[in-house]
T-cell receptor
Framework: LAKTTQPISMDSYEGQEVNITCSHN???????ITWYQQFPSQGPRFIIQ?????VTNEVASLFIPADRKSSTLSLPRVSLSDTAVYYC??????????????WGLGTSLAVNP | DTAVSQTPKYLVTQMGNDKSIKCEQN?????MYWYKQDSKKFLKIMFS???????INETVPNRFSPKSPDKAHLNLHINSLELGDSAVYFC?????????????FGEGSWLTVV
């Protein structure tokens, strides 16, 4: 079974860049890597998705090395409202034709004034 | 317009009762899910349906029974509730047929068993 590992928590200050790395060995070769954000009392919501190299949208950037064994979510100039839990999600490379999604345990990011 | 809506948002009930949580998505997605999130924030998939057919059934007690009357609805019925069932239950949906994993979640249903 593929496994994901990400830091349990991180602290930052407003205006800083925050990088959260998720390690994911043995992910499905044809599957994307996706990151979600969850605020208290809400469901997780999609932030960014990528397959390899670098992806950037209006919210974040996602860096994926060639071996795809990890990915780094980069949040530029965080604000207090970025305080949330961030999850990485990958497909299990061991699942064969039965596509299985593997969620990380989440990184709780606290942005301080 | 709410993409994935689930009701009720809060539910407090006694042990041994039977309860249901309803879910509807208006995104036209083929796949719907039920997730359970415990107090440690761990997201665990319970069930997945594709076009009304069960495709994922994780190790969940058979007191939990999903029902999908059509591909836009996936309800969760729980029999003989136990204290350990207290958690947040999220309904979600996605469009399969591609390798991306963009899943849309509902706002969650907070279940407390007393």
């Amino acid at each position: 079974l593929a496994k994901t590992t990400q830091p349990i928590s991180m602290d930052s200050y407003e205006g800083q860049e925050v990088n959260i790395t998720c390690s994911h060995n043995n992910i499905a070769t044809n599957d994307y890597i996706t990151w979600y954000q969850q605020f208290p009392s809400q469901g997780p919501r999609f932030i960014i998705q990528g397959y390899k190299t670098k992806v950037t949208n209006e919210v974040a950037s996602l860096f994926i090395p060639a071996d795809r064994k990890s990915s780094t979510l980069s949040l530029p100039r965080v604000s207090l409202s970025d305080t949330a839990v961030y999850y990485c999600l990958v497909g299990d490379g061991n699942a064969g034709n039965n596509r299985k999604l593997i969620w990380g345990l989440g990184t709780s990011l606290a942005v301080n004034p | 317009d709410t993409a994935v809506s689930q009701t009720p948002k809060y539910l407090v009930t006694q042990m041994g009762n039977d309860k249901s949580i309803k879910c509807e998505q208006n995104l036209g997605h083929d796949t719907m899910y039920w997730y359970k999130q415990d107090s440690k924030k761990f997201l665990k998939i319970m069930f997945s349906y594709n076009n009304k057919e069960l495709i994922i059934n994780e190790t969940v007690p058979n007191r939990f029974s999903p029902k999908s009357p059509d591909k836009a609805h996936l309800n969760l019925h729980i029999n003989s509730l136990e204290l350990g069932d207290s958690a947040v239950y999220f309904c979600a949906s996605s469009q399969e047929g591609h390798t991306g994993n963009t899943i849309y979640f509902g706002e969650g249903s907070w279940l407390t068993v007393v």
